[in-house]
């Protein structure tokens, strides 16, 4: 495998290849076909991945600090992947397993995580912004603080997940499992619930608290 042609972009189609412990930090891999490739431990530091094609691809304890990753992750294996500081903006991560992944100062706007894997991630303070999480599994998460506002969670899974201080103005959470779910302070002006299960939720500082008074 010619790791230079790589890294140059040179080489569009690795669909299947075996890149497992590459040093492709700063490489341009803009618009490459990487479906189903091996990058477990790779790392793609600061890379280019721009309209790449990463479907079903194994990224598992992949580096990706900085990296631009607005591409194609749909079943990507994410799994102990370093995705600090990443851009996922507008990225495809349906069904993609983000398990123990670190998550710090990502971007994650208008994001498709549909069915996505995130349970126990930490995606406090992210910009969560318009995501699409309808399915996702996100039991104990922590976004405390993040910015989810009008993102779609319907029929997402947030068992025992720390939303406090979280912004889900105009969200959807209609049939969402909240059970146990911490939303001490978060701002929930226009937010959908129709359905959802807010069994032994916290709502202090809410307007569902205020309602509930009023009641």
């Given amino acids: 495998m010619d790791i230079e042609a790589i890294r140059t972009g040179k080489l569009k189609q690795l669909a299947g290849a075996d890149l497992e412990d590459e040093d492709l930090s ?3 891999l803009s ?4 479906a189903g490739a091996k990058l477990n431990g790779a790392n793609l530091s600061a890379a280019k991945l721009l309209g790449a094609n990463l479907d079903g691809a194994s990224l598992l304890g ?3 600090l900085r990296t631009d990753l607005r591409a194609n992750l ?3 294996n994410l799994m102990q992947a370093d ?3 990443a851009d996922l903006r507008g990225a495809n991560l349906r069904g993609a397993n983000l398990m123990q992944s670190r998550l710090t100062q990502v971007t994650l706007t208008g994001a498709f995580l549909s069915g996505a894997n995130l349970m126990g991630v930490s995606l406090s303070r992210v910009d969560l912004r318009g995501a699409d999480l309808r399915g996702a599994n996100l039991n104990g998460a ?4 993040a910015n989810l506002a009008q993102a779609d969670l319907q029929g997402a899974i947030l068992t025992e997940a720390n939303l406090e201080e979280a912004d889900l103005r105009d969200a959807n959470l209609a049939g969402a499992n909240l059970t146990g779910a911490n939303l001490l302070c978060a701002e929930l002006s226009g937010t959908n619930f129709d359905g959802a299960n807010l069994t032994s939720t916290c709502i202090k500082g809410t307007v569902l608290e205020t ?3 009023r009641d």
Avoid at 31 to 34: K, S
Avoid at 142 to 145: I, T
Wanted: glycine share 8%.
């Fill in 74 to 76: 749909l079943g990507a």
């Fill in 26 to 28: 700063q490489a341009d």
């Fill in 142 to 145: 922590n976004l405390a603080g």
């Fill in 211 to 213: 309602e509930a008074i």
């Fill in 31 to 34: 618009r490459v076909n990487l």
């Fill in 83 to 85: 995705l600090t500081a």
């Fill in 62 to 64: 992949c580096q990706l």
